[in-house]
């Protein structure tokens, strides 16, 4: 092994605002910010998701390939036609399907939890 993953970085107009909404999504702190990269992960000794300001971000035409998607994360659900809802009220778009964007044009995909993963904890409404 040379290394292992540490964040996943989304170029973005707005780090803390993306990061909002994705710690919101997920249920998980911001354990870092600072004015164009702000992080959400469990704790501050977690690898997580990285949100790094660019200011001329495109963000991708999904399924149009003029601006490719670059990048998608499967988000697990215990059920994606209930979620689908919930995170549209968060600031997501549904682009088609269990497939949305997020605040800033980054499609996800909204996955049934495997049987081999522990349920996930209901998120208080």
Not at 17 to 22: G, S
Not at 46 to 57: E, K, T, W, Y
């Given at each position: 092994m040379i290394g292992r993953r540490h964040h996943v970085v989304l170029?973005?107009?707005?780090?803390?605002?993306?990061?909002?909404?994705?710690?919101?999504?997920?249920?998980?702190?911001i354990t870092y910010r600072g004015d164009d990269w702000v992080?959400?992960?469990d704790d501050d000794?977690?690898?997580?998701?990285?949100?790094?300001?660019?200011?001329?971000?495109?963000?991708p035409t999904w399924p149009d390939p003029a601006v490719?998607?670059?990048f998608h994360l499967d988000v697990m659900?215990?059920?994606?036609?209930?979620?689908?809802?919930?995170?549209?009220?968060?600031?997501?778009?549904?682009?088609?399907?269990?497939?949305?964007?997020?605040?800033?044009?980054h499609p996800f995909c909204l996955v049934r939890r495997p049987h081999w993963a522990p349920p996930i904890p209901q998120w208080s409404r």
């Open positions: 170029d973005c107009p707005d780090p803390a605002a993306l990061a909002e909404f994705y710690s919101a999504l997920l249920g998980q702190p992080v959400v992960a000794t977690s690898s997580g998701l990285a949100f790094q300001r660019v200011p001329d971000h495109r963000p490719p998607q670059q659900v215990e059920d994606p036609a209930e979620a689908g809802p919930r995170v549209v009220a968060l600031g997501a778009v549904r682009l088609a399907g269990d497939v949305c964007a997020d605040p800033a044009g």
